[in-house]
């Protein structure tokens, strides 16, 4: 496990393998931000000609590697990693930028390799955002591997602050540990390969966590699941031999000031069902059960830092496959409340589960409900990869998630709920109350958040986040985000719930 400290210790002296400084942009050249002096006296004053020299321009992302100035004596640096941090308006850097180039930097050293950070870090929320990039980006999935590195220990990590002895500070390292690590446990779930996380397995690990972190972990199986009724959690996970589960997570503080549910779809994997995907489009489907991750990983990290916010949390978790016993196209499935929906594309799957899942989150009663979600091929179709869609049935509510993810460094994007689109889903279906698709190639996105939301009780507050894009890498890496998995929504839903205490 990589650990993290604060550190005074001068940059030009810190004991570490590497140093990681920030180079910013400025004019057609570059320029040195604050709290890097004394590196730049170490090299007689001629740092940023020798970065020049050697092709920094101080692009966002940019590294630079250079021998350190003091290479071969004792407890010195031998390594300077300079990251380019784009331009600062007024001279001030965004904490999302520091976040960034901390994981850009941390990823150009070694694994093994113990790195310093002489970002700038004046207050408490620049010295969370550069830990958060730093944790995050150090990590790598080995679990599968043999060789190449998996065996080696991670190095330890120093964050160079002024600010090292501050309680504020302080508190926001713990922050950053705390979440980084509840990040890193969902990437860890979302690369795993599926046939090594069904829904039960998935469960069991939920059930581990929560006694470790004393958070209630209740488990339906597919008996209970028929008895309450939940007709889409099993309709969906019918066809594969893997049964489904809905998981309940309670986290209950003393004298909380708010309560928040959260939901997440679970598909373990999504072959499509008998609405086969194609033989690429299944590639990275054991990602589709990256908002259940998402919403079991912060609500851990909310109740390890003893935030005053009630959650709880549901995740429905299911296995979409093709077989004698799947779901069929036109058959109707009675959801959780009694509504019923005619499945007119059993690739459709995940409104299914999270419909049953929206109905017993409404009977808690919380303030607002969030839910997360790799939902829709649409909605990456209309924001891209990076962008998260975020929907609500009211504007305040939405907006509040807006502001959390802004603070968090998680990109996301408001879209409408169109009343025709619940409409056209209820004439779409002959025989049922709605369809789960409306028969139209576009907005599909919307159409997904209209069947959502007609399952949320009236009077409560709801958000669905669509993270189809953000919540899996299929590139390469970069800034603190790694191939495969990337924790998408957990950053945001802990900010959220800090936000309100």
């Known amino acids: 496990m990589t650990t993290i400290t604060l550190s005074k210790s001068d940059a030009a002296g810190v004991k570490s393998d590497a140093v990681v400084i920030g180079v910013v942009k400025l004019g057609g050249g570059v320029t040195l931000p604050a709290g890097t002096e004394s590196l730049n006296a170490a090299y007689g004053g001629k740092l940023v000609e020798v970065l020049s020299g050697l092709g920094a321009t101080g692009k966002t992302g940019e590294v630079t590697k250079v021998p350190g ?7 010195k640096s031998p390594t300077l990693i300079a990251v380019g941090l784009g331009t600062a308006p007024d001279g001030v850097l965004k904490t999302e ?5 901390a994981g850009t930097g941390v990823r150009a050293a070694k694994i093994s390799q113990s790195v310093a950070f002489a970002l700038p870090a004046p207050d408490a929320e620049c010295v969370r955002a550069v830990a958060e990039g730093a944790l995050m980006g150090r990590y790598a999935f080995t679990a599968y591997k043999s060789s ?18 501050n309680k504020d500070a302080k508190a926001a390292l713990e922050r950053a540990q705390v979440t980084a690590e509840a990040v890193a446990q969902v990437r860890d779930w979302v690369n795993t390969p599926p046939s090594d996380l069904h829904p039960a397995e998935f469960a069991d690990d939920a059930v581990k966590l929560g006694k470790e972190y004393g958070v209630k972990v209740e488990v339906l199986d597919e008996k209970a699941l028929a008895k309450g009724g ?7 996970g019918q066809g594969s031999s893997n049964p489904p589960r809905l998981v309940r997570l309670t986290y209950t503080p ?13 598909i373990t994997f999504d072959s499509g069902g008998l609405s086969l995907k194609t033989s690429t489009g299944m590639v990275s489907m054991k990602s589709d059960m990256a908002g259940a991750a998402a919403v079991i990983g912060a609500t851990f990290a909310i109740a390890r830092l003893g935030l005053p916010v009630q959650v709880t949390t549901y995740a429905a978790m299911a296995e979409n496959m093709p077989s004698g016993s799947a779901a069929r196209p036109s058959d109707v499935l009675t959801m959780y409340g009694g509504k019923t929906v005619e499945v007119l594309n059993t690739d459709a799957e995940g409104r299914l589960v999270l419909g049953d899942a929206l109905v017993r989150a409404s009977a808690d009663q919380p303030d607002l409900i969030i839910d997360v979600a790799t939902l829709t ?7 891209g990869t990076k962008v998260a869609g975020a929907f609500g049935n009211t504007d305040a509510a939405r907006d509040r998630v807006l502001d959390a993810a802004v603070a968090a460094g998680e990109s996301m994007w408001p879209l409408p709920i169109p009343a025709e689109m619940l409409d056209k889903l209820k004439s779409h279906s002959k025989v049922a109350d709605l369809a789960n698709i409306t028969g139209e190639p576009w907005g599909g996105a919307l159409a997904a958040a209209a069947f ?3 399952f949320v009780a009236d009077g409560i507050d709801w958000v669905h986040l669509d993270v189809a894009g953000p919540a899996f890498n299929d590139g390469g890496a970069s800034g603190y985000t790694p191939t495969g998995g990337t924790g998408y929504a957990v950053r945001t839903l802990v900010e959220l719930a800090a936000s309100a205490s």
Not at 69 to 75: E, I, S
Not at 254 to 266: M, Q, R
Request: hydrophobic share 45%; charged share 20%.
């Open 69 to 75: 100035p003091l290479l071969g004596k004792p407890g």
């Open 97 to 101: 930028d520091l976040r960034a180039a």
């Open 148 to 165: 190449d590195g998996a065996n080696e220990a991670p190095g330890n990590l120093t964050v160079l602050t002024d600010l090292a002895r």
């Open 230 to 236: 939940y007709g889409g959690i099993l309709g969906v």
């Open 254 to 266: 003393k004298k909380p000031v708010t309560h928040l549910a959260f939901v997440g779809k679970g």
């Open 377 to 383: 091929g649409a909605c990456v179709v209309a924001l």
């Open 452 to 454: 959502l939301g007609d």
